[in-house]
């Protein structure tokens, strides 16, 4: 079946420091790919997505690149903030198929 | 424009106890989800309805039945609630599986 791994959290960072935060994904299909936010008390957001192999999906400086050769869509920002302290779910879909399958999260955490 | 709602926000129940969820969404969209979100398990599908007049079970249907009373609305009902369903409970919609999904904000259920 579908499976998506991301890094294991929680992480902290200083305020503009760089972030990464691995996703890797197996999956029965051809998958469109996704990284989600969640902050405290609220619902998921979609952070950005990505539909096929090389695209690269980008919001609010966010940025991560669909890898098919090596099952990836690491999340990636060069300068973080403090209001981007948040849990970061990764998650894919396959064609024909309504479920999205869902990482763990990674609770990240900016400090000043 | 709401996006998707969720009624009620908390809620605490006692074993044996029945409530219904109720989720709307005013974008239009075909499908719709219910997820529950448990802490190291990222998000698990309980049902999904991929158009009006149809529902599918999802990961973790148990204890769990939904109506998808027209396009907007879409209610998951516990009829008798176990303390293994204290979670917290997501709708979402999407109006196709390329372009991700929109949640609604949550419902915090505690079932003691």
């Known amino acids: 079946g579908d499976s998506v791994t991301q890094m294991e959290g929680p992480v902290t960072l200083s305020e503009e420091a760089f972030l990464t935060i691995n996703c890797t994904y197996t999956?029965?299909?051809?998958?469109?790919l996704f990284w989600y936010v969640q902050y405290p008390g609220e619902g998921l957001q979609l952070l950005l997505k990505?539909?096929?192999?090389?695209d690269k999906g980008s919001n609010k400086g966010f940025e991560a690149t669909y890898r098919k050769e090596t099952t990836s869509f690491h999340l990636e920002k060069g300068s973080v903030q403090v209001s981007d302290s948040a849990v970061y779910f990764c998650?894919?879909?396959?064609?024909?198929?309504?479920?999205?399958?869902f990482g763990t999260g990674t609770r990240l955490t900016i400090i000043p | 424009n709401a996006g998707v709602t969720q009624t009620p926000k908390f809620q605490v129940l006692k074993t044996g106890q029945s409530m219904t969820l109720q989720c709307a969404q005013d974008?239009?969209?075909?499908?719709m989800y219910w997820y529950r979100q448990d802490p190291g398990m990222g998000l698990r599908l309980i049902y999904y309805?991929?158009?009006?007049?149809?529902?599918d079970k999802g990961e973790v249907p148990n204890g769990y039945n939904v109506s998808r009373l027209n396009k907007r609305e879409f209610s998951l009902r516990l009829e008798s609630a176990a303390p293994s369903q204290t979670s917290v409970y997501f709708c979402?919609?999407?109006?196709?599986?390329?372009?991700?999904?929109?949640f609604g904000p949550g419902t915090r259920l505690t079932v003691t």
């Open positions: 998650a894919l879909r396959t064609t024909g198929n309504e479920k999205l399958t």
């Open positions: 974008m239009n969209h075909n499908s």
């Open positions: 990505a539909t096929k192999a090389d």
């Open positions: 999956a029965t299909g051809y998958p469109s």
């Open positions: 309805s991929a158009s009006e007049g149809t529902t």
């Open positions: 979402a919609s999407s109006e196709s599986a390329a372009r991700g999904s929109y």
